[in-house]
């Protein structure tokens, strides 16, 4: 059983042996928005959400609940939570990936030096593959401990706990017997050494986080801990543990140097597995842990987008343009992917790779009296396809040349949506049968470390191609919608 406890939605999907999909279970999750650029959620609804659809994913099923041999957690990433270690219960709100709160302190931060006189945005790309942005958790967890009363004197006394979503519901699942957290999502914090593969005694101490507070950090398939019987009626091993865009790299069977995927669910994901090597970005896209398996470390290159599914919501519950998300296809269809001019940045909580910009704010521009409602959902659903275009040739530019690219996500059962990007980008663009390969990856890295798959070859053989969309657009139109939204991103970046 794969439990997913996404941005917008908690979910669970149970696979046979042959990795078919036998249920679903999902529920939405409730987002909070106390300031501007602030974003949080309660964990309490997290933690529920997560046991709702896992006890509704095995009573559809029919099966007994012994009957599941391994579950495998795949989560938002970044995402920071803060407990104490008596009781379980966080002394804040979560503190979500998209949250924008530690802006400021993150320009001070860009002209800091370390002890040793040595930059601090050079030291964090060195050690973490990271650049300084309020995405990662570190200011995170560095606010909670400044702003929740008596927190930074309890974490120093080793009453604590940190985590992002998965170490938090590791510590649930045991009750409070395992904290711990997978490579993935340590290398997510900006407090972990990505060569050595332990925590950064150096980056601690630049943001005065006791260690005691910190997870032990694993492989991401192994044995991690057992769900007490009380949640789902029976002790279920957990074997595997990946963050959401790592999982999809291996749920989509990226296992070669080389190999692209895209995920697009709240924000949009692009990933290139670099192998054992560990690249070093010279256009401002990060280096990750892709996966750790039996001690050895795979690494990745990647490029995050803040916005992509959310500005379909937006479309829905902020502008009314659109009544289901269903209706963006068919409004792209009557407008024949042109969008008449309109361009819109979907820049609502800053723009994220290649530009790091977090005070940025979205932009709407092209607007006549000729342009229409289709117009504008049409130039929303092009400004997710133009983004992965920037971050692509931020990939060519570091040497990664992306010639096929896997998408996966909630986005691309849109047919129109996949042509577009074959179009836009000029690669072949290949759907799987199964979109939601983030959930499928961490059933992979469960059924690994429960031992029911051999290795990463056996997960690869199951991977299966849906359709492959091939580039029709002309060049020069193509060149023109390109330089359209190079300019829109411009104005937007000049306030």
């Not at 925590?199 to 630049?206: D, I, N, V």
């Not at 692209?260 to 692009?270: D, E």
């Amino acid at each position: 059983m794969a439990l997913d406890q996404g941005t917008s939605s908690s979910r669970a999907i149970i696979y046979n042996a042959t990795g078919e999909v036998v249920t679903v279970a999902q529920t939405d999750i409730d987002l909070f928005f106390p300031a501007d650029g602030w974003v949080e959620q309660d964990p309490e609804q997290l933690w529920q959400s997560i046991l709702t659809v896992g006890r509704q994913a095995i009573a559809q099923s029919g099966l007994a609940a012994d009957a599941i041999k391994a579950i495998g957690i795949t989560n938002q990433r970044e995402t920071t939570l803060l407990w104490e270690r008596a009781t379980g219960n966080c002394v804040h709100n979560a503190l979500v990936w998209q949250d924008r709160r530690t802006a400021a302190l993150c320009q001070q931060m860009a002209t800091d030096t370390l002890a040793d006189g040595k930059p601090l945005a050079e030291s964090i790309s060195d050690i973490t593959g990271l650049i300084i942005d309020p995405y990662f958790s570190s200011t995170k967890l560095g606010w909670l401990l400044d702003n929740v009363a008596g927190a930074r004197e309890a974490a120093r006394g080793g009453r604590l706990c940190f985590g992002t979503v998965d170490s938090f519901l590791l510590w649930k699942f045991s009750k409070g017997q395992r904290h711990l957290t997978d490579a993935t999502n340590a290398s997510r914090t900006q407090l972990f050494d990505i060569n050595a593969q332990v925590w950064s005694e150096e980056l601690l101490a630049y943001f005065d986080i006791p260690q005691a507070i910190l997870p032990e950090v694993m492989d991401s398939a192994g044995h991690f801990a057992v769900a007490d019987p009380e949640w789902f009626g029976a002790p279920i091993p957990i074997t595997g543990v990946a963050g959401d865009q790592q999982a999809a790299l291996i749920g989509q069977a990226c296992f070669s140097a080389g190999m692209s995927k895209s995920t697009y669910g709240t924000g949009c994901f692009a990933m290139t597995n670099t192998g054992a090597e560990r690249p070093h970005s010279k256009r401002r896209l990060l280096t990750t842990v892709a996966y750790r398996i039996a001690g050895q470390t795979c690494y990745a290159l990647e490029g995050s987008i803040f916005v992509a599914g959310v500005a379909i919501k937006w479309l829905r519950d902020q502008l009314s343009l659109i009544d289901n998300v269903a209706e963006t296809q068919a409004a792209f269809e009557r407008c024949q992917g042109d969008s008449n001019g309109v361009v819109v940045v979907p820049a609502f909580t800053g723009l994220g790779a290649p530009h790091w910009q977090p005070d940025v704010r979205g932009l709407i521009t092209g607007l006549t009296l000729d342009s229409s409602r289709d117009h504008v959902i049409t130039a929303t659903l092009q400004s997710v396809v133009l983004q992965t275009a920037e971050l692509l040739r931020a990939m060519a530019g570091d040497g990664a040349v992306v010639k096929t690219l896997r998408v996966d996500g909630g986005m691309v059962v849109n047919d129109a949506l996949c042509q577009f990007l074959a179009d836009i980008l000029d690669v072949q663009v290949q759907r799987p049968q199964d979109v939601e390969t983030t959930a499928k990856g961490a059933a992979v890295l469960a059924a690994l470390g429960s031992g029911q798959l051999a290795d990463l070859q056996d997960a690869a053989s199951a991977w299966q191609l849906d359709q492959t969309f091939t580039a029709m657009m002309p060049q020069e139109r193509r060149q023109q919608l390109l330089d359209n939204y190079a300019r829109a991103v411009t104005q937007a970046l000049s306030g």
